[in-house]
């Protein structure tokens, strides 16, 4: 491989995220697009503000997120690594579209890793600073949310933030973990979101169909969750904005 072909595969940021709608806003913000499969994996690169971003679509959980993350370094070698997208707020104060960053992230099994991070939380502003918990699936009630803040001291969680960065600190890329609340503490997820949503983060049709027969307001449970998840990634998209600048200036 040349030099400039070397060049043109390389990224200066790197996002990993679970889900497409979690990016789009934000690659909707960037130029000269490109979506190419990676083995299990969709990946999109393109420009911002002249700045090379690829992002890679993991699909759901800890095992995905570790593998994606690391064929991203391998094939575009990013200056930083940013483990980002939606996130369920584990403590009352937090709304929809408000800004978690991890300055420490935690699973449920004991492992943890401490991060770099001195800024401080604006609560007022809607930006928190704290642990998030990385769960091994999918948090959908209040009670549930209660009791992982309880025993894990986070308020947040998602489920791939711990992999991403722990492959970034092996391979000794800058991380950060960036994430937007999707789901806060005033209702439960409806049931059907954990038969629906695949590991891949690709719609079960048949499932979302058989949701229906059985419970036909299902549909609008389901619709009010893609309009918050529209509205949080939205908020996401501004926030990376000035996170992309920052980074790749400093770079």
């Known amino acids: 491989?040349?030099?400039?072909?070397?060049?043109?595969t390389r990224a200066d940021i790197g996002i990993v995220s679970a889900l497409p709608i979690e990016l789009g806003q934000f690659m909707d913000r960037c130029e000269r697009v490109k979506h190419y499969k990676g083995g299990?994996?969709?990946?999109?690169?393109?420009?911002?503000?002249?700045?090379?971003?690829?992002?890679?679509?993991?699909?759901?959980?800890?095992?995905?997120?570790?593998?994606?993350?690391?064929?991203m370094i391998d094939a575009h070698t990013p200056k930083w690594i940013l483990s980002s997208g939606f996130a369920g707020a584990l403590i009352p104060t937090m709304k929809l579209g408000q800004i978690v960053m991890a300055n420490e992230i935690v699973d449920q099994h004991g492992q943890q890793t401490s991060i770099n991070l001195?800024?401080?939380?604006?609560?007022a502003n809607g930006l928190y600073v704290g642990r998030i918990l990385t769960a091994d699936e999918m948090v959908r009630t209040v009670e549930q949310k209660k009791q992982l803040h309880e025993k894990h001291a986070a308020i947040a969680v998602d489920m791939e933030s711990l992999a991403v960065a722990?492959?970034?600190?092996?391979?000794?890329?800058?991380?950060?973990?960036?994430?937007?609340?999707?789901?806060?503490?005033?209702?439960d997820l409806p049931s059907e979101i954990l038969s629906i949503i695949g590991d891949t983060g690709?719609?079960?049709v048949g499932a979302a169909l058989t949701s229906l027969f059985k419970r036909p307001e299902s549909l609008k449970d389901m619709l009010h969750l893609r309009t918050n998840a529209q509205a949080a990634a939205k908020s996401l998209a501004t926030f990376l904005d000035g996170v992309v600048h920052q980074l790749h200036d400093a770079s």
């Open 118 to 123: 001195t800024l401080p939380s604006d609560e």
């Open 1 to 8: 491989m040349t030099s400039s072909e070397t060049d043109n």
């Open 166 to 187: 722990q492959v970034a600190a092996e391979t000794k890329t800058g991380f950060m973990a960036i994430r937007v609340i999707s789901d806060d503490m005033s209702t």
């Open 202 to 204: 690709a719609v079960r």
């Open 40 to 71: 299990d994996f969709t990946f999109r690169g393109g420009r911002y503000d002249g700045i090379r971003i690829v992002v890679a679509e993991s699909g759901m959980g800890y095992a995905r997120a570790r593998k994606a993350t690391q064929a």
